[in-house]
């Protein structure tokens, strides 16, 4: 357990340090990750897409199979595992959580899977998951935990679930302008736009809640997106967050589950080096240039032109919605799955590596989460490490 002076708070009655590990898929933020974030106090989140990818036996069943079920039965075995790996190594202390897109096809199994699994919490973005509380009725001790980006969004979250007789234990406010991966603003244009801005988004929220008659202390806000300094993590505590989520700067750390080289691109990548484009799922999205990234864009315009319905090429739907399956020419126009596999087994010439905007806490070098989340909280940095520029 790390020390600091900042303000732990609860969910489920559980105090954790005010530093958050999101999910990132596919395969980058797994049990070794989550669990390890965990054992120091905090919550560690697994991503739940495609879990199968960190399974050879799995893998050796399923990885030339163009068979649905049989795919998406391995990925519960596999997500079942990688929450029981990520517990053990957790030790009982922080949360273990799960993320789930909802515009993944399996979001329903998915959600399902990781309550009966044991999963501490639940965060779901990538859509509206007003019928979360319904999915997990069962389950009354996973915490539930939306992914929004702006106060319209968390005003008709909170009212409908109201009706059901149940509230957020917690809500991740992503700031599209900085996240990496997929962004929760409807255009690239929108990315941009002020009214994302941490700032308006917690005051109107804050708002909100005394509205609504809500707790304060009963609903902690998680901002993300773009945090790499200890002292904005102290701005945003002030600013009435309960606590900061961070992506990238954890998939580069010594425990990420993704292969060194996708460590690599990732720290040596600079702000400048990231670029932002309609993802297959119809949403932005911001990554680094990769030589594929780079070859598609280029060719992304022909193709949109050329867009036509046709058959999944990795054999089972990974998304509800897909510009390439759907032909959709709105959307992007490759397999993301596919991209994002090659990514995590560090294929830097035809992976597609999700980065944040934002430069990283610790540079280029890739440490230990212990030395990355004591800097975030302290703001002591390792020992003969420079200050991140």
């Keep these: 357990m790390l020390k600091t002076s900042l303000a732990h708070f609860k969910i489920k009655l559980k105090s954790l ?9 596919v395969g980058v933020s797994a ?6 974030v965990a054992s120091l106090g905090a919550m560690g989140t697994i991503s739940s897409i495609d879990l199968r990818r960190h399974h050879p036996d799995l893998m050796e069943q399923t990885g030339r199979s163009r068979d649905k079920e049989l795919i998406n039965a ?3 075995v596999a997500l079942d595992r990688e929450i ?4 053990k190594i957790a030790g009982g202390k922080g949360m273990i959580a799960m993320n789930v897109m909802r515009a993944i096809s399996q979001y329903v199994g998915c959600v399902r899977q990781s309550c009966e699994s044991g999963a501490d919490a639940l965060v779901v973005g990538a859509g509206l998951p007003l019928d979360l509380p319904d999915l997990t009725r069962e389950y009354p001790d996973v915490a539930l935990i939306p992914i929004l980006s702006d106060a319209r969004g968390i005003s008709l979250l909170l009212k409908k679930w109201m009706r059901k007789n149940r509230l957020p234990d917690a809500i991740v406010i992503e700031n599209p302008r900085y996240a990496a991966g997929h962004l929760g603003a409807a255009s690239i244009e929108q990315i ?3 009214h994302f801005s941490f700032s308006r988004v917690l005051k109107s929220t804050l708002e909100l809640f005394k509205e609504l008659k809500i707790e304060r202390e009963s609903m902690p806000l998680i901002v993300a997106g773009g945090i790499h300094t200890h002292e904005q993590v102290r701005d945003m505590l002030s600013l009435g967050a309960s606590a900061v989520q ?18 690599s691109v990732l720290a040596q990548a600079r702000p400048e080096d ?11 999205a911001r990554a680094v240039k990769t030589p594929w990234l780079v070859n598609y864009l280029e060719k992304e315009e022909k193709m949109r032109r050329r867009a036509k319905p046709q058959q999944c090429t990795v054999g089972f739907d990974c998304l509800q919605e897909c510009g390439l399956r759907d032909g959709n020419p709105k959307a992007g126009q490759f397999c993301i799955d596919t991209q994002l596999g090659f990514a995590l087994e560090g294929d830097v010439k035809r992976g597609l590596f999700f980065r944040s905007s934002e430069r990283l806490p610790l540079g280029n070098a890739v440490r230990p989460v212990r030395e990355l989340m004591q800097y975030l909280l302290t703001g002591i940095l390792p020992e003969n490490q420079p200050l991140a520029i």
């Design 17 to 25: 340090l005010p530093i958050v590990q999101g999910g990132m898929g």
């Design 31 to 36: 049990h070794r990750l989550a669990g390890t």
């Design 74 to 76: 391995a990925n519960l």
């Design 84 to 87: 029981q790996a990520a517990k």
């Design 192 to 194: 941009n736009d002020p």
């Design 246 to 263: 961070l992506g990238t700067a954890f998939a580069v750390t010594e425990e990420g589950d993704a292969h060194p080289n996708f460590k």
């Design 274 to 284: 990231t670029v932002t484009f309609m993802s297959v799922a119809g949403l932005p």
